[in-house]
């Protein structure tokens, strides 16, 4: 396991790629940390974890890359480690590796592995809250309305008597319906989506309606579900906001806590995002709930 130290550069995350510690007030990098085997494929996470005694809760943070791309090296949630909060960056088997339920098997490995070693690192692990963006923020919806589902639970790991429970969810511009996205998406969203859907469960959602239900959040959802906080762009021409917006209304059909923050002229991703107005929205849903 690589451990290095991180600085806070012009509100940037800088860190040795060499390994070498450095200086810093902000946080620390503990890199590679290994969370189970699938196969072949060695699980690894990176935990970015604030100077002093971290807030609750702990933020489990999936990257995005139409599932078939992207690492844990790309989590813009610096702001919040600076804030104090803890950020687990988790790597997962990318599409091109295996199919669906795999990501959220391995997701749910992380998750469990965190609270059985939490302690190591002194970071809180009763509480969790699980992020995304793009594909990240649908397997983190996805994860977090499955809570108890024995088909997505998964055996990977040494920590099954732990929980893979989350109690939050923040969607960063995600994927909710895969029943439904193609026939939302604009031409460019197409080109995307299709031959990555195809990667991800094995053919187009109506070829296997099923596997394609199973993998949506929108047919998971239930009163009992953590809070969710959805952000998505009105000019997305990747991820319809339709998306977000049939995640928000199933959410309010079981009257389950929910708030979705429309980025006015935002597209998929960008600085708008991560800016100082967003983020102070997300540090406003973590405080009320925990």
């Not at 690894?44 to 809760?57: A, V, Y």
């Not at 989506?193 to 094995?202: H, I, S, T, V």
Request: aromatic fraction near 6%; include cysteine; glycine fraction near 10%.
């Amino acid at each position: 396991m690589d451990r290095t130290l991180c600085s806070l550069l012009a509100g940037q995350l800088l860190f040795s790629i060499s390994g070498r510690a450095g200086e810093s007030n902000h946080c620390e990098l503990i890199r590679d940390v290994d969370y189970a085997r699938a196969g072949e494929h060695g699980l690894k996470l990176d935990l970015h974890i604030p100077r002093g005694k971290p807030r609750l809760p702990l933020i489990v943070w999936v990257h995005g890359g139409a599932w078939r791309s992207g690492s844990k090296n790309s989590m813009p949630l610096e702001k919040l480690v600076e804030d104090g909060y803890a950020v687990a960056s988790v790597d997962y088997r990318l599409s091109v590796q295996a199919r669906f339920p795999a990501q959220i098997h391995d997701l749910k490995a992380a998750i469990r592995f965190l609270r059985g070693h939490s302690r190591q690192w002194n970071v809180p692990s009763r509480k969790i809250v699980i992020a995304g963006d793009s594909a990240g923020a649908h397997l983190a919806a996805l994860v977090g309305v499955s809570n108890g589902h024995a088909e997505l639970e998964g055996e990977l790991g040494t920590d099954r008597a732990e929980s893979s429970e989350v109690q939050g969810i923040i969607s960063f511009y995600g994927a909710a319906n895969l029943t439904t996205i193609l026939k939302q998406s604009t031409p460019h969203g197409l080109s995307v989506r299709e031959p990555a859907l195809g990667l991800l469960l094995g053919g187009q959602p109506e070829e296997v309606p099923a596997l394609a239900r199973l993998a949506s959040p929108v047919f998971h959802v239930d009163r009992r579900d953590p809070p969710l906080l959805l952000l998505h762009g009105d000019q997305d021409p990747q991820m319809p906001i339709n998306q977000s917006h049939e995640l928000c209304g199933a959410y309010k059909s079981v009257n389950a806590p929910v708030q979705f923050v429309v980025v006015h002229g935002a597209a998929h991703g960008g600085a708008a995002f991560y800016d100082v107005e967003r983020m102070a929205v997300v540090r406003k849903f973590l405080r009320r709930y925990f």
